[in-house]
């Protein structure tokens, strides 16, 4: 199975800033490789695909990048909206997801 | 609009079975493939299973293998997820969502229902 190790587990910032989480797979994914945002209580949402491909109606302020086993997602200008937790998610070989970054005040 | 909704969880015995359903509307549920997503409580999330828009190819995660049938009704936009014996680790939110038709990521989630196995 292909492993995704998301780094940091919890990152704290401030409105404006902008932040950048990482995840690592244990083997070359290609590009195919998505983003996911999760509010407490709610479902997760796709932001990005293909590694960089912003989903529909998702703000550019998120950006991704990265390819084979590195991969980021930039979040410029966080705004009040964006506190959540963010998956990374293979799918090169089945699905993997990472264990989630949540991004906090 | 896509919509998905989610049903047959509740509180339930270890051992016994759990029939999930997810009823799809506002996209041609034929034309998807379609998968299971389930978090345990304060945990991450797992693809448990999926399965291609005719129903003919599945997948099933190993922490489920033999334990779980992932079907659909393409007749009645309804997919499901059966679970012969439940265990305590079963315990989860289940979310059905689309699988992207050329690209395999997940675009369209449903609600959840929860599953808790209790004794």
């Known amino acids: 199975d292909i492993q995704l190790t998301q780094s940091p587990s919890t990152l704290s910032a401030s409105v404006g800033d902008t932040v950048t989480i990482s995840c690592r797979a244990s083997?070359?994914?290609?590009?195919?490789l998505a983003w996911y945002q999760q509010k407490p209580g709610k479902a997760p949402k796709l932001l990005i695909y293909q590694a960089f491909t912003l989903d529909r109606g998702v703000p550019s302020r998120f950006s991704g990048g990265g390819s084979g086993t590195e991969f980021t997602l930039t979040i410029s200008s966080l705004q009040p909206d964006d506190f959540a937790t963010y998956y990374c998610q293979q799918y090169n070989k089945y699905w993997t997801f990472g264990q989630g970054t949540k991004v906090e005040i | 609009e896509v919509e998905l909704l989610e049903s047959g969880g509740g509180l339930l015995q270890p051992g016994g079975p759990l029939r999930l359903s997810c009823e799809a509307s506002g996209f041609t549920f034929s034309d998807y493939g379609m998968t299971w997503v389930r978090q345990a409580p304060g945990k991450g999330l797992e693809c448990v299973s999926r399965?291609?828009?005719?129903?003919?190819?599945?997948y099933y995660a190993d922490s489920v293998k033999g334990r779980v049938t992932i079907s659909r009704d393409n007749s009645r936009n309804t997919l499901y997820l059966q679970i012969d014996t439940l265990r305590v680790d079963d315990t989860a939110v289940y979310y059905c969502a689309t699988v992207h038709s050329d690209d395999y990521h997940f675009d369209n989630w449903g609600r959840g229902t929860l599953v808790t196995v209790s004794s």
């Open positions: 083997q070359s994914v290609n590009y195919w």
């Open positions: 399965i291609t828009a005719g129903g003919s190819h599945t």
